[in-house]
């Protein structure tokens, strides 16, 4: 017998913190609540934590300044999650080509199981195969999440929320301010990474990465190769002979009969996962015909989803713009750090780069975290509220950390002082991320 549609979905759970979505931001901030001693549902749509740092990624940047001096900006959870990697393997630190800092470079699959570890250390219920499919909200307060499980529809209630979602995903059910990427300013393109065994490193680094670009323009000019993007980049990992890619261009947007729809929009998202795929094995096929050192080299995976930069931005208390960024502005409130540049992977060939001064760094303020039409919601990771500029430098894995890390402490301190997150100390928050090893000042 068929089972009726349900009208009244059960109560699943309730919590003091309710995190949406586990990439590095909401795991770090379910983490971060549950050791403060919250009770916490963290919600996850794949079956694994992580996000795009275990689904697409394998590097953390951020953790460190470019310019001639390498300086450590990141600490707490982040922290944590690096020595977790490194109690099941090599963990590597190597610079990147484009001098955007020291990058720590992981193997993904164990990142599974770190997260997983920390969250469970942290006594958070984790919630996988999960999504978000509506929100009650009351005065500005969420109440309760309606949330798609195997199991059907379910209730989840909770005291404050955390977006963490990547997309904005409860702030978008929830009907509070957003703006949509692509809509006012351009929305960065998105990118399917790949992974190739048997690659010989000693002649791969017999030639320079400019020499490899040429090698890209050159195969993409002959009309022999689709290569939409022309100064991909190609890297080592802890496994020896293996190499992994950031290199394919998927567009992120369009116009729609006069609507613009991004990578939120089902169909559009559908099409661009094929489409990356498509790229992936033809970027493949021109590393192992043009670049040396990939004579034997075999495609070994793919991203287990497409590299997602921006689809919508959050309204917040402040919003983060380019001028904060380049000008290396630094807050009363901030509760992290970033000497990223701006990184904007743009439709065409390149991508643009613009830096911050020499060994300075842009201040991450608090109230970036606090949805502006929302009394119990914060948001972290690359939903936060800034403009896209600001966006392109701010969305490393290590300032996502933190931000998830501040998001995380100071609902555990709204709820334990019976306020909103928007009433929590500046001061005490700050104090409180510096006692678990954040990074609020650049060191000396």
Request: glycine residues 10%; hydrophobic residues 40%.
């Amino acid at each position: 017998m068929p089972r009726p549609l349900t009208i009244d979905p059960p109560l699943l759970a309730q919590a003091d913190v309710v995190v949406v979505g586990s990439g590095t931001a909401g795991s770090s901030a379910a983490i971060a609540a549950g050791r403060a001693g919250a009770s916490v549902l963290l919600i996850e749509k794949q079956g694994f934590l992580g996000g795009t740092s275990t689904a697409v990624l394998d590097t953390f940047y951020g953790f460190y300044t470019p310019g001639s001096r390498s300086l450590k900006i990141a600490g707490g959870v982040p922290d944590d999650v690096v020595e977790g990697l490194r109690r099941h393997g090599p963990v590597v630190e190597r610079p990147n080509t484009y001098g955007a800092g020291t990058g720590v470079t992981y193997n993904s699959e164990h990142l599974k199981l770190v997260w997983e570890r920390l969250a469970s250390e942290a006594d958070v219920r984790v919630l996988l195969h999960a999504f978000v499919q509506a929100a009650e909200v009351r005065d500005g307060r969420v109440e309760e999440l309606l949330v798609a499980t195997k199991a059907g529809l379910v209730r989840v209630r909770g005291r404050v929320f955390i977006d963490a979602s990547g997309d904005a995903d409860l702030v978008h059910h929830a009907g509070f301010g957003y703006e949509l990427a692509g809509a006012e300013d351009p929305a960065q393109t998105l990118t399917t990474t790949f992974r190739m065994v048997n690659v010989d490193l000693a002649a791969r680094t017999s030639i320079s990465t400019h020499e490899m670009h040429a090698l890209m323009g050159e195969a993409a000019d002959s009309g022999d190769y689709d290569l939409p993007r022309r100064e991909g980049s190609d890297h080592i990992t802890p496994v020896e002979g293996m190499i992994a890619t950031v290199m394919t261009r998927v567009p992120s947007y369009r116009e729609q009969d006069g609507v613009v729809v991004n990578a939120t929009d089902p169909e559009l998202l559908a099409e661009a996962e094929m489409a990356g795929r498509r790229q992936a094995v033809e970027y493949a096929r021109f590393l192992h015909d043009k670049v040396p050192g990939y004579e034997q080299a075999a495609l070994v995976a793919l991203s287990s989803q497409i590299g997602v930069r921006e689809t919508r931005r959050v309204y917040g208390d402040y919003r983060l713009t380019r001028e904060d960024v380049l000008g290396a502005r630094r807050f009363d409130d901030e509760i992290g750090l970033c000497g990223a540049p701006i990184e904007d992977h743009h439709l065409g060939a390149d991508t643009k780069w613009q830096y911050l001064p020499d060994g300075e760094v842009v201040g991450i303020p608090y109230r970036t975290l606090l949805v502006r039409d929302s009394a119990n919601t914060l948001v972290a990771g690359r939903c936060f509220s800034a403009t896209h500029d600001a966006h392109a430098s701010v969305r490393s894995m290590a300032q996502t950390m933190s931000m998830g890390q501040a998001a995380g402490s100071a609902a555990a301190l709204a709820v334990t002082a019976g306020l909103e997150p928007r009433e929590v100390d500046a001061g005490r928050l700050r104090d409180g991320l510096r006692g678990m090893g954040a990074v609020l000042e650049v060191p000396a």
